[in-house]
């Protein structure tokens, strides 16, 4: 009898001018799967030609899910029973036969487990070309059905690593193990992305939203869930599917429920065959509802279906007997954040709104969350509030723009309003940074708008108030008080130039009272014009000077002191007095003589000749000289 595997060996060589890889031009390979009792096992066969020319069957296996690799190097050999594959030994260890392009094979001795089943391994490409085609698999941009359906197929019998040649074994499996998990994440990332795009606003929406939900739970919920992120990630699509529901006026408990126990079966037959690890949370996977939404009538068709389903441990339904008060505590408490999330939901989208909850804070007085449930508020009050949150926002800038808008010096509560408004959101803590600006740029761009209307009203009231107002007068009075208080509860940088105003008006009102009493003072001092007109000599440290007369009259009744002229004699012996009066002196006037000058300096010098002048002068240890230094308040003025 011919040797099966040579015969095989033979035909397959005249392909090797074919072969993708030069390297894997004298191989022929097999693959296919075995169970043993309880085990499954995968297994890839090497048929290959040493450098004597012997032909070689290198037989490997492993259990599935399993990273451990056994093999056995084994040689044809033809019985009367038929062909047999030996060790090293010459044990025979698997009888073998051909079907076309595949070879049925039955363990002898020494069989990976008890119980092992006749099996049957089929004609592969090499090992490199079976992972080639799952990489371009994998690579698919934004993975659909068909997609998965092509992974899946290729993935069922993944060459076991030591097929590859050793060179290329570490690229490849790092290769291998990078595609599968950037692949299921797309899968995944598209998953969400296409639920989330699906409409549930009417009952057919939601029709279609739970048949497309449940479709991909029972095609694909093994990729979905193929490791503890990838299980976590499910139950969160599933519980954000099911909060969509209940927004929308739904029911999970009815819109998403897959209460068939034989897909229910099925689907926990895939997790545990992904995962064997006990987790209660497969149920909602199993029936597509979260524990948050089960009712009674779920339970209890979950408890009668489990003993029917050899996937379902006891232990499940136990655990979710214990389990059901804490489900139904956890349920009332996210009724509770609902009816919180609803409230702040219904109000006005304004700023008062946005000042009062603190950016629709919830007000969790009266809700008890315990430990590790703070998640709940995040979820059934925080976010479904994002949209409104914005809202409410929008709504608190374009109330700034309208009172702002709406303002009027004759209406000035609307300054005020503006004020508080902008004081109460820009002492909000707990918007986002962009928005903290927004409000700061729009409150003082609204202000800074006020405040010229402000400032423009006020001055046009100043100016008028102050037109042809004359000093000490009741109308002076009022102008003056209107600077007082007008300003006063205006914003500072509004009232700024207001004050500026008034002071301006304030010295020219204060300048007209000085001119006022300078011609009363010129009045009373009987002096004509050119006396007024000439100039008294001025004792100063740096040198003599002068000072007219007239503006000594003025400069002197500042003081609350008085000057008049008395003219006495005639011709040449004409003497010319000047007479000082102190308001508060009932003295007799200060007798002063003015004497012509000759050296032009001055028209005239002060000068002494009456007694108790001199007596009160020497008193006060002042000389004549320096007298006029002190009436004029000059530098020159010492004692």
Known sequence: MRPLLVSLYASAALLAASAAHASDADNVYYSGRFACHSENYLTDWKISKDLTGKIKTTVYYQVSGDSYVRWIDM??????????????????????????????????????????????????????????????????????????????????????????????????????????????????????????????????????????????????????????????AALKLLSASADRIVVAGGQPASDLYQGDAT???????????????????????????????????????????????????????????????????????????????????????????????????????????????????????????????????????AEIDTIAAAYTPDQPESGKKLDEVCSGLRGLYSLPNDRTKTIRDRCETALEGVATKQSAAAVEKIEAAFVNVEPDTPEAEKALELCQTLPSDMRRNAAMPVYQLCQTKQNALQKRAADLRCNAALTASGAGDDLLDSTILVAKLGGDGNVKVRDLVCQVSERNTKITFETSGMLMWKTQKMLIHHARDEKKPGELVLAPLEDGKADWAITVEDPETKSEMEQQGMTADKLSACITGASGCTR
Request: proline content about 6%; glycine content about 6%; some cysteine.
């Open 263 to 397: 897909e229910m079966c099925s689907r926990f037959t895939v997790l545990q065959g992904v995962n064997q690890g006990f987790n209660l949370d497969k149920l909602e996977l199993a029936t597509s509802v979260p524990f948050d939404y089960w009712t009674r009538d779920i339970a209890e068709r979950y408890l009668a279906a489990a003993p029917a389903c050899p996937a379902m441990p006891e232990d499940y339904s136990k655990r979710l007997v214990s389990q059901w008060p804490k489900i139904q505590e956890r349920q009332e408490l996210i009724g509770a954040l609902r009816k919180e999330q609803q409230r702040l939901a219904a109000m006005p989208a304004n700023a008062a709104t946005l000042i009062e909850t603190n950016n629709l804070k919830p007000d969790l007085k009266g809700i008890s969350t315990g430990w590790g449930q703070s998640d709940l508020v995040a979820r059934f009050v925080e976010q479904p509030l994002d949209i409104r949150r914005t809202e409410v926002f929008d709504g608190a800038v």
């Open 75 to 232: 040689v044809e050999t033809s019985t009367a029973d038929g062909n047999v594959l030996a060790d090293e030994k010459g044990n025979p260890r698997l009888a073998v036969a051909a079907e076309g392009r595949t070879i049925r094979a039955a363990w002898l001795k020494g069989a990976p487990g008890h119980e092992c089943q006749q099996f049957t391994v089929t004609r592969a490409e090499t090992p490199r070309e079976r992972f080639d085609a799952l990489f371009t698999a994998l690579e698919t941009p934004a993975p659909d059905a068909a997609a998965v359906a092509r992974v899946e197929d290729l993935s069922k019998q993944v060459p076991i690593e030591f097929t590859l040649p050793q060179l290329d074994r570490q690229a490849y499996m790092k290769r291998y193990r990078e595609g599968m998990g950037s692949f299921w994440k797309r899968y995944q990332d598209k998953v969400v992305a296409d639920l989330s795009a699906l409409p549930v606003a009417t009952p057919a929406d939601r029709t279609v939203f739970a048949e497309t939900l449940n479709t991909t739970f029972s095609d694909n919920l093994a990729g979905l869930t193929r490791n503890d992120d990838y299980l976590s």
